[in-house]
C-alpha cells in the first residue's frame, strides 16, 4: 500500500513537471498583457529540439538549453506578430499550434531518414530513483532533476513578480499599459521580454517530456499539454504558486490513469485515456467565471493611446 502510494506520488510529480513549465511561461506572458495560446506548439518544438540535440552530442543538457532556445524564437515570431503589429494574440497563438506539429515532423524526417520519430536519445538524471533508494519503497518515486528546476522556477517567478520592481512593472503593463507608458515603462519592450521568456519555458517544458520521461521524441509527445498548462494558468488564478497546484492536480489525474490502467479495476481504455481532458474541462466549467485575468491581457497597446 506504502509502495503504491509512493509510486503514485512519483508519477504525478513526473507528469506535472512539463505542464508546470508549460503554465509558468503562460503566467509571465499573460500577466504583461500577451495571451499565449501558442503553449501547446512551443512545447513541441522544445520537444523536438531537445530529443534530437541530445540524441547528436549525447548531452541531455544541451537538448534542454536547445528547446529553450528554438521554442523562444518561436515565441519570438507571436512577440512580432501580436506586439509590434498588434494582431490578435488568439490567431497568432492558434496559428503557431498548427505550424508547430509539421515544423517538428519535418524536422524529425530530415534528420532521421524519413522516420516520424527520433531514436532514443540520453535522458536528464534523477534527484531520486532506483539507482540510490534501491531496496526501499521510496525507489519508485523517481524524481528528476526537472521536477526540482520547475519547482525553484516558480518560486523564482514568484518572488520576481512580486518582490521586485521589475515584476512590478510586468504587472502594470498587464493592467494599465496606457498608465505604466505615462510613468516610463517601455511597454512593448516588457511584453517583448515576457512573450521571449514564455516560449522558452514551455520548450523546457517539452524537454523535459521527451529527455527525462519517455527518453524521445514522438508525435503525440505534447497531445494536448500545452493546452492543460493554459487551463492550469487559469485556475491557479494567474499566480505562479497557484498554477503549479493546478498541474500537480492534473498530473495527480494523469497519475491515476495509469495506476487504474495497470491494476485490477475494469476500466474501458478509452475512459481512461480521455480523464484528463475530462479534468480540465471540469475546472475550467467551474473556475473560469471566478479567476480575474490581468485588465489588459489579450489586448494590443498602441503607443499614445488611453
Same mark, same amino acid.
Given at each position: 500500500?506504502?509502495? @503504491? ?10 507528469? &506535472? ?12 506572458? %499573460?500577466? &504583461?498583457?500577451?495571451? @499565449?495560446?501558442?503553449? %501547446? ?5 522544445? /520537444? ?10 549525447? @548531452? ?34 492558434? /496559428?503557431? @499550434? ?17 522516420? /516520424? ?9 534523477? +534527484?531520486?530513483? %532506483? ?43 498587464? %493592467? ?30 517539452? /524537454? &523535459?517530456?521527451?529527455?527525462? +520521461? ?7 509527445? +505534447? ?81 499614445? &493611446?488611453?
Amino acid at each position: 500500500m506504502f509502495a @503504491n502510494l509512493i509510486l503514485l506520488v512519483g508519477i504525478t510529480l513526473m507528469y &506535472s513537471t512539463p505542464l508546470i513549465f508549460g503554465a509558468l511561461g503562460g503566467v509571465i506572458s %499573460e500577466r &504583461s498583457g500577451v495571451t @499565449n495560446i501558442g503553449i %501547446e506548439g512551443m512545447m513541441v518544438i522544445g /520537444a523536438v529540439a531537445a530529443a534530437t540535440t541530445s540524441y547528436f552530442t549525447g @548531452n541531455p543538457w544541451l537538448g534542454f538549453l536547445a528547446a529553450g532556445i528554438c521554442s523562444g524564437l518561436v515565441a519570438l515570431l507571436h512577440a512580432v506578430a501580436s506586439v509590434t503589429f498588434a494582431a490578435d494574440q488568439t490567431i497568432s497563438g492558434v /496559428a503557431i @499550434n498548427m505550424l508547430a506539429p509539421g515544423l517538428a515532423l519535418f524536422a524529425c524526417r530530415r534528420f532521421f531518414d524519413g522516420a /516520424a520519430m527520433t531514436p532514443i536519445a540520453p535522458k536528464l538524471p534523477k +534527484i531520486l530513483g %532506483e539507482t540510490g533508494l534501491a531496496g526501499t519503497p521510496f525507489a519508485n518515486l523517481n524524481v528528476n532533476v526537472t521536477t526540482v528546476l520547475a519547482l525553484v522556477l516558480t518560486a523564482i517567478m514568484w518572488f520576481v513578480l512580486y518582490k521586485t520592481k521589475w515584476g512590478l512593472r510586468v504587472r502594470a503593463v498587464g %493592467e494599465h499599459p496606457a498608465a505604466a507608458d505615462t510613468l516610463g515603462i517601455d511597454v512593448y519592450k516588457v511584453r517583448y521580454c515576457c512573450v521571449i521568456l514564455s516560449g522558452m519555458l514551455a520548450g523546457f517544458g517539452g /524537454a &523535459s517530456m521527451t529527455i527525462a +520521461i519517455i527518453a524521445q521524441f514522438t508525435q503525440t509527445a +505534447i497531445s494536448g499539454h500545452g493546452f492543460i498548462a493554459m487551463a492550469a494558468v487559469i485556475f491557479g488564478k494567474w499566480t505562479p504558486f497557484g498554477a503549479y497546484g493546478a498541474c500537480l492536480l492534473f498530473g495527480f489525474t494523469q497519475a491515476l490513469v495509469i495506476m487504474l490502467g495497470g491494476g485490477d479495476f475494469v476500466i474501458p481504455s478509452q475512459i481512461l485515456s480521455m480523464l484528463p481532458y475530462a479534468m480540465t474541462i471540469i475546472v475550467l466549467i467551474l473556475f473560469v467565471g471566478r479567476s480575474v485575468a490581468p485588465k489588459a491581457d489579450g489586448v494590443p497597446y498602441v503607443k499614445g &493611446s488611453r
